[in-house]
Each structure stands twice: as C-alpha cells, then as structure tokens.
C-alpha cells in the first residue's frame, strides 16, 4: 500500500496529496496544474508563510536574508544550487526580512543569513552565517537524519 503526503503548491498554496514514490515525478498541483517543485528556492512572505513552509509532509529550509546583507548575496547561488540539488525531497524557501518583520519576528532572527529548518510545522535545526557549497551539504545531512 502507498504512502501518501501533503505537498502545499508554491504558486497557489492548496493542499496537495499524492503517493510518495510520485514524488519525484514532476508532479503538478491539482488545482492550478504548476508545478510543485522548480528547482529553485520559492520566496516567501508573511502572507504565504504558514501555508507554504509549516504545513506538509516534505521539510522546508527556510532562508532569512536581505537584499542590503553581503553574506547574504553571496550565499544566494549556493542556496539556489542546493534547490536544484535536494528538490523534491525537501524544498528550499527564502524569506526578505525587511520586507517581511511579522515572521522574521516570530522566528526570533537576530542575524542573518539564517537557515531554518521546518518540518510539519516545527522548527527542527537552525544554523547562521553564510555556508560553502560542501559545509550546506553537511548540515543538510545532518539536520535531515532524523526525518521520516
């Protein structure tokens, strides 16, 4: 018997469940027909938060940046790589903290960048500072081992 899981669509945020070994199928939301998962990380906002980053099934890595912050921009290729890399089993999101206080708040960011890791809507591992390709790698590893 499947296993089924809850996927939130990036563009529309509905609720998406489908059969786990689909997964990696390109599969599309049912209810606007894009794609679940582009292979790059989706920006968040206060409003699409909740419903896109603490609701389903697959682990969201959450950046908070901004656009002012050095470390932040040169963290971006290696983060987008990392979307390429890891899509779909955890999806990778970005978040403006300026543009953006009421979550930045709520996550009690205090340095950026920061990378969160959310999975079924708690907050599992937690790392700042801008990382290499390989060190993102590890700390994925790491922080991930548990899940499932």
């Known amino acids: 018997m499947s296993t ?6 990036p563009h529309c945020t509905t609720l998406n469940r489908l059969p786990r070994e689909r997964l990696a199928d390109a599969p599309s939301c049912g209810r606007c027909h ?4 582009e292979a790059h990380p989706v920006e968040l906002t206060d409003a699409t938060f909740a419903a896109l980053a603490q609701r389903g099934d697959v682990p969201v890595l959450v950046d908070f940046w901004a656009p002012w912050c050095g470390p932040c ?12 890399r890891y899509e779909p089993q955890l999806r990778l999101a970005k978040l403006d903290t300026d543009a953006n206080p009421q979550t930045s708040r709520q ?3 205090r340095s950026i960048p920061t990378l969160a890791l959310i999975h079924r809507g708690r907050e599992i591992a ?12 590890r700390w994925i590893a790491q922080a991930t081992s548990g899940l499932r």
């Open 4 to 9: 089924t899981i809850d996927i939130p669509c």
């Open 107 to 109: 996550f009690n960011i």
């Open 126 to 137: 937690r790392q700042s500072g801008a990382l290499d390709a390989g060190s993102l790698q």
């Open 73 to 84: 921009l040169a963290f971006a290729p290696v983060y987008a790589d990392a979307a390429r």
């Open 34 to 37: 894009k794609a679940l998962f």
